[in-house]
Structure formats: structure tokens, C-alpha cells
């Protein structure tokens, strides 16, 4: 019936099935049907597409992947993408962009559930309908058993939404989806890429290496895509918890009439009419002899674009999220060096555009009525958008990192003036410091911490830490004196060198330090010396929980639902439980009682082989060794959103819920709740107890009684907000955002002890506390990390290897008798710290 769309592959119609049916069929040019690999592709294209379903999805109606023309029809979707709406009528509202995640969230479920990973999500393979979003485009798609189905060598994907194993070339699983969600919905809220203001690989070294940019972002959404945007795969959030955090009430709730606004509902209408109208006028006549072209400007001026089938994967290996590579064509985008004319056309990098609607790229230029210059880019009009390096003139104005754009920029004086020399390794060469010390790493913003529960021991006492906490929101630099350490760092007694360890502070037993590394090995370093393992237990899994000390035995997760335990003392194996194929043991959250253990991980409903696995909701299991037995504690809808985190103790199962609320169940009635306490947004997953007290920090430092949940005490931030946890003795430590530093209270009544000020920190980390300092890692790894005398509150010394290890930050470990572990990448420094 008509054209919807064309790429250099093939082109994309509207169409009536026999059954009368509206369909989009995605036909391959004759020329790459000639192309024995290209078929492979679009083979696994169509079954991966066909094996997909979900309400949330553009089901295949049909295909002939064979054929001498090969095609794909789909059920049309009419609606613009994510891309055509926001550039027509800006950024979303936040309720629509809140059930957006939602539904790309149930999608995702669906792909994963088949054993797929989507691989390109990105706005313009996101439609837009009256009844929901339809993720689309399965091009690049890729079977999680480490199978490609686009073939080896290449980066597949878009620059501006990939995720960091894309960008690295690492292995990409389902976690890899929801980062890229997470900057598509950045995307729809403001308008702009999480991760812009680069190009090429200075694009993918922010990817990797920097924040995502959310400024623009409101909350509560910023909160929620900090979840999508950790790091760490393992950290993310999962899509069931995504889903349930953006519509606790369910997806199918908020995607209702009415859940886009008015402007872009319109669009939707012009679509259904337009479809509509040529459905009527090839029924009740033969087609014309010029097809209409869909992609022209509808009578309402919007741009249509209709294609529920993208090309770009075929196209080009990569893309920067916006075209091809050199493609030109009526209403098709153009890509690096290309150009061309319509209604909607997007410039790549050093092209330029003419027509109603144009952006500009790096080096790019172009005039119209509505402008986006990127990296070194300009432009004028009502609407401007300038990057990195970019400038604008016009009534609407978002200046980038050189254009004079307020806020945080990363490093300062305070951070420059404080380096200390780093500790390098006799016959090793010294490590290179950065040819351009302007270059700082990005802000970071919300992003969700190691997953790691640490127990502090001091001599006055014992707390218990859950996992750090996250990143203030539009924090702010100290300009005033610069911080100086007192003196120089103490040496290392020893270094252990080895594989790359798992993010996850040492246990300490016995006058050893118990690690974990790739590619799942737990080794044992005496605290004497520790430059050689004294044993070393191979065939545990790669969670990044610290190994917990417990019946006996150094107890680690296997494979499955596999619990390991291995004698600390020689590394010999004492006992494998498994318990079965109906369960997935994810991550060890702690123990108690001596035999009892807490674990995060999943029920698996088993379907047929070909329909593979669905999984429920994350699960918490409560684990007894002695018994052999594992039992579900209930989760409720509050209790998903965000990682958990909990600090457990005999009795109480304590953690950040979901909904920003502190909760505390039973460990001794399967799980009931005994009180919950709202804090709100800003609450940050990471607790601590100490005694019968529970820590809880934000925009406040609070105390709850942990048997009541009553107030305590409470502590404003004067500015900023309280952002990581420490404990130990008769003190509870806390990060602070504005100025960076740690505060010092008594735990008993909130009298603040001091504060003492740092460079910046990277505040995702627990604060260590020892028996006479406390130890917080800098916000750049290669700046190691500072001690802080606990009698005083002085900045002692900054101890650190020079080396910038990307997302592979400090983990610090201490104990109460004078030892320090601080491991970083692949290498681990035995300190001494009287």
C-alpha cells in the first residue's frame, strides 16, 4: 500500500495480509540477498524476531528468509519512535517516560526469556503506540549462549546508547540491555544522550570510564536510571525490578489511554488515519502506480518515518545512533560524510543537512528551525542545543562542557594539589600521568554501589555495613583551601600480583585475608606476607559479595544453586550443597546464627526446551547448612526497585526497599515485616547497624531503634547530602557531597565529632573503619585512596599505585589488629596501620 521507510539493505512497506491485516514487511535488496552471510543474518533475524513475544513487542506475522527475495512482515505499529517524538515536541513528561521504562522493561523480560539479547535498543528502535511501546528491530540480536548471530570482529551497535562490555568488546548478556534502556529513557526525558558531547572513541572511552549525564533528568527517574547505569553488569538492576520501580502497580496500569501527551498522541492519530485511508483506497481500487512514500510530512507537518524495521544494522557494523554510514536517499538519514534532503534529516559526523529539521555533528553545521550542534558544532535558530565544544543562539539554549555550562566538571584544585606519588613496584616502570591534565573524569551521578556487605571490626565494638551508597545529584566542588595529608603513606609490607579480583572487599580469618578473582577462585593471603597465596580454591562463581565465614567454612556461591563451602585454614572442600535445577543463586547477602545463610537469586518456572526459561521476580532464600534446606522468605512489591542490599543480623533482615524506605523483617518467621520506615528519594541503598541502632543517610544522617523503628537522632546535611557508610566502636562515619569529606558522629546521640575534608571522593564505596583510621577511596582510582584519624578527624595520608583501572575501583578491608588490605584490580597491598 505504500513505502514506510528505505536503508542501504531494503526497503520497508505497508501491507494488507490476506486475513486483512495491516503489516510493515521488511524486503532485503536483490543484490545483498546474493550475500551468503548477510542471509545468515537475517535468517537469525527472523527467528530470533518469531521467538520473541509479549504484548510489548511487533509480533512476525510472517517471513520467507529463503526466498529469492528475502522478507520479514511484522504487525504495524503506528506510531512515531522515541527519536521522531522527541525531536518534534521535546522531552517526554516524566509519566510518560516512567511507563516507557516500564514497558521496554516487560519487552526485555521477553527477549531474555528466550535466551536473546536485544543488543541495539535505542530511541529509534522504540515505538510509540496508543496502548504501549513496541521494541523493534532484532537485527543484531544475540543468543546468551555466547553465539553470535552477527558474526565475530566487529562492534556491533549504537555509539551513543551502547553499554560498556560493548564498547570494550567484552561479552554482552542481558544486563548490557538495561544500560542501554537506561540511556534511552535519558534520552526521552531530556532530550539529550546520556554519554554526548564526544565522538568515535572518545564516545565510547565516556561510555566506559565516565558518568552518565542526568542532569537534565527529574527525579524521581534520575534515581532509577542511576540503577541502569552501574558499571558492573552484575549491579544493574534486573527488568522485572525496573518494570516494577517505574509502575509498582504493573505496566498494564500505566500504559493506558492517555499515557502519551497530547502532541505526540496526535502523531499516533495521523498514523492510524493515514493507514486507514490508503487501506480504503486500495480496497476500493487498484494501487497506484507511484506508491506513496509515508516517509513525506504528514498534512499536520510532522514527520512520519513509519518503519517499525530498522536497517541500521545492516547498514554499517556501527553507528552513532543517528545514521548510516554515507547513506543518502529521499527522507533516509545521513551518516558519516553523507548528506541529504527532507523533511526530517539527521547530519553525522562532518556532514550537513538541509530541511525543517536538522542536527548537527560532530564538526556539523546546519540552519533550520530546529538545531542541535554536537562537538564542535554551532548552530542558530528558536531551539538550540549545543555539546561539547558547541555553541547556540536562540530562544532555547542547553550549553554543553564548553559553553560556560554551570556545575560539576570533575577534578579541582583541592584533587590536583593533594596527589600523592604513587607506590610502584621495584622493576616496574613508573606509571604515566595523563599528557593533558585538564581531563578529568565525568561527575558522577547516581550510580549504584558495589554490592558489597562489609563488617567492620574496631576495638570498642562491631557494625554491619550493607553495600555503599549512591552518588548526590548535582553535587558542587570545594574552591576553597587545598587539603593537605599530614604525611607520607606508609609502605607496603608485601603485593600480591595475580588475576584480575572480583570487586569485593577481603574476609579476614585467622591471620589471612580471603579474596576472590577471576575466573572464579578464592585464594587465601597471609596477612604476614602475602605475595603468594597459601591456597588457592578453584570453581567458584563470579558474584561480587565478599565470601562469608559460617559453619565452619568459607562459604562461596558455585554454579546454579550450588553453595561451596572451603576450609579456611587449607582451602580443602568440606561441602557442595546443590539444590536443584528449580532455583538460581545469584549473590550471598550474609549469614547468622552460625549455619544460616541469606541468598538473592530466582525461581525458574521450567517451560518446554524450545521456549526456554522464564524467571520470577528476584527471590530471597534462606539457606540452612546444617539442614540442607532452602526456604523462599516473601518479597513484597515494595521490596523491588533496587538492589538489595540488606545488613542481617540474628534476628533482623534489614534493608533499603524500593520504594526509599528503610524495612526491617524477621529472620526467625519466614520473613515477616516488623516495621518499615519512609525516608523518601533520596534515602541511599547502603545501611548500617550498629547495636540495637539502625544508620540510615540522604539529605539526613538517621538513627532508628532497631527493634521499634522510632527515631533516634537525626542530622541534617548543611549542603550537599550524606552519600556512603562506616561504623565501628561508638561512631558512625558518612561521606559528605558539598564539601567532599567524611563527617564523624557518636552513634549513641548524633553529636558530631568532626568533619574532615578530602579531595573528592568516590562515595560508592563503604567507608573502611579500623582501630585508629577510617580509609575512603578517591573519586579517580588512579588517586588511591586517604586515611583519616578517627581521635582527630585528620587527613593522614593518600596511598596509591598511579594506575587508572576504569571501572574497577579500590576495595578497602581492615581489622582491628592493625591490618589493611586494599585491593585494586589486579593487585592486592598488605598495609601496615597501627
Known sequence: MARLGAGGMGRVYLARASDGRTVAVKVIRPEMAEDKNFRIRFRREVAAAAAVGGIYTAPVVDAAPDADTPWLATVYVPGPTVAEAVAAHGPLPVETVLALGAGIAEALIAVHAEGLVHRDLKPSNVLLAADGPRVIDFGIVRARDGYELTGDGSLFGSLDYMCPEQATGDQMGPEGDIFCLGSVLAFAASGRTPFGGAAGAALLYQVVHGSADLTLVPEPLDKILSLCHAKDPALRISPDRLSAACAPGGAEQVLTEGWLPAPVAAMVADRVAAARDLDHLTRSAAAPADMPDLEAPTSSGRGSAYATVGWSSYDTAVTDGRGGSGATGSGCPSGAGGAGAGADRVAGTGSAGIGRDRRAGAGGAGTGRDRRAGAAGAGTGPDRRAGAGGYGVGADRLPGAAAGAEGDRGGGPAGELTEAEPYVLAGEPAPERSAAPGHHRAPARSGVSRRAILAAAATAGTALIGGAALVAARRKHTDGQAVRPLGPAPEPTWVYRGGPLLQAPAVFTNGTALMKTRPGT??????????????????????????????????????????????????????????????????????????????????????????????????????????HQALVIPINPEDVGIPLQPVITPDSFVYADGLRNVSVRSTRDGGSLRWRHQVGYDLRPGLAVLGQTVFAIGSEFIALDLNTGKIRWQAKAERGMFASLGAGGNTVYATGTDPYGVHAFNAANGTRRWFCETPRLNVDSPIAVGAHAVYVPAFENKNGFYAIDTASGRLLWNFTDGRETGVNDWQLSCDGAGHLVAQHFDRAYGLPVT
Open 522 to 627: 578464592m585464594i587465601c593471603l597471609d596477612l604476614e606476607n602475602g605475595s603468594q597465596p597459601k591456597w588457592v580454591y578453584q570453581g567458584i562463581s563470579l558474584s561480587p559479595t565478599p565470601v562469608l565465614l559460617t559453619y565452619g567454612a568459607a562459604v562461596a556461591l558455585g554454579t546454579g544453586s550450588t553453595l561451596i563451602g572451603v576450609d579456611p585454614a587449607s582451602g580443602a572442600e568440606r561441602f557442595t550443597l546443590d539444590f536443584g535445577d528449580d532455583y538460581q543463586f545469584d549473590q550471598l547477602l550474609g549469614s547468622y546464627d552460625g549455619y544460616e545463610v541469606s541468598v538473592l537469586g530466582a525461581s525458574l518456572q521450567r517451560q518446554s526446551a524450545e521456549q526456554g526459561v522464564a524467571t520470577s521476580t528476584s527471590t530471597v532464600f534462606g539457606v540452612n547448612l546444617q539442614a
